[in-house]
């Protein structure tokens, strides 16, 4: 499932490509991938014609685009030269909140771009040269769907993502707190890191490969790390998903690709996950897998050792 590079990874795709357009229209092709849009398929293309998008935003690995409400297709033209900017100053009340789930895909097309095998929803726009916006998804665990706005809310956060925490690299993640509840938690400490409560946008993979880089095994208990072990892993785990996305991400497959169809190239520099059996690049041991919580843990048995 793609962690918080690879989503970050696709909203700045679609903040430059599709930031400031206007809807109009809407096509699903498969219910599922608007199943979390509880009103149905009719409703979530009603809904979205005529809205204006606004430029996209992340909460760890959720992502969604605010709306600007408008009046349909052409109104944008009809107004005057300032309307439209007087209407994207209003705060908006509705998001269109994607989950890419294991293989779901946002991609900006032309509209001469023949359908993808897995289309699910295809989003037009009123300018012509903007292409459309085609939501792919080959196992159909993503999806979907327009969402209210907590009232207030200064980012436009989508009332489902309320409770999810900030991620590490949000400039307003309070370490502090973080810290504090890390050693109340009477768990584990890559449990803790996958816990998007405590924190956000952390997977398997980034969980594993800041662990590595922190020289934590993945078993020891939240209690038990001191403050200066617990700080050196939030930096670490900084360190991985910066390095990731500046790599655009890890690409196992085919399946998580950027806007314009690229893949991440950060699976050539991990230094734990999936090298189970070769040498750690730091002390020559042989890396070592265990199954955990139906996944699986990489870890250096020296540079990491058992509590």
């Keep these: 499932m793609p962690e918080l590079p ?17 809807i109009a229209r809407a096509e699903v092709y498969h219910p599922r991938a608007v199943r979390r849009h509880e009103a149905g398929a009719e409703d979530f293309t009603a809904r979205l014609r005529g809205c204006r998008t606004l430029p996209p ?6 992502l969604w685009v605010p709306l600007a409400s408008g009046g349909g297709p052409g109104e944008r033209d009809e107004a005057g030269p300032d309307d439209g900017d007087r209407r994207d100053e209003q705060a908006p009340t509705v998001a269109l909140l994607a989950h890419l ?20 929803v295809r ?8 292409g459309e916006l085609r939501f792919v998804d080959q196992r159909t665990f993503g999806g979907l769907s ?18 999810i925490a900030r991620d590490p690299l949000d400039p307003r993640f309070d370490e502090e707190q973080w810290l ?17 409560g405590l924190v956000s946008g ?45 790599a655009g991400g890890t690409s196992f497959d085919s399946l998580y690709v950027n806007v314009n169809g690229q ?14 059996d070769e040498p750690c690049r730091r002390c020559g041991a042989l890396i070592r897998r265990r199954s955990w919580t139906n996944r699986s843990s990489y870890f250096c048995p020296v540079c990491q050792p058992e509590p």
């Design 6 to 22: 690879e989503v970050e990874v696709v909203r700045r795709g679609l903040e430059r490509w599709t930031t400031g357009r206007t």
């Design 263 to 276: 893949s991440g190239y950060f699976s050539r520099s991990l230094d734990a996950y999936g090298r189970e």
């Design 146 to 163: 327009l969402h209210p706005t907590v009232p207030g809310d200064p980012e436009s956060l989508p009332v489902p993502v309320a409770h």
């Design 123 to 130: 989003v037009v726009f009123d300018d012509a040269d903007a």
């Design 101 to 120: 789930g294991m293989s779901g895909q946002l991609l900006v097309q032309p509209s001469a771009t023949p359908d993808e095998k897995h289309l699910r």
């Design 57 to 62: 935003r992340r909460r760890g690995k959720y």
């Design 180 to 196: 504090a509840a890390m050693g109340r938690r009477g768990t584990t400490v890559k449990r803790a890191l996958l816990d998007q």
């Design 202 to 246: 952390v997977g398997n993979i980034y969980a594993d490969e800041a662990l590595w880089r922190a020289r934590i095994h993945f078993e020891r208990p939240t209690a038990g790390l001191a403050r200066g072990e617990a700080l050196a892993l939030l930096g670490a785990t900084r360190d991985v998903m910066t390095a990731a996305l500046d």
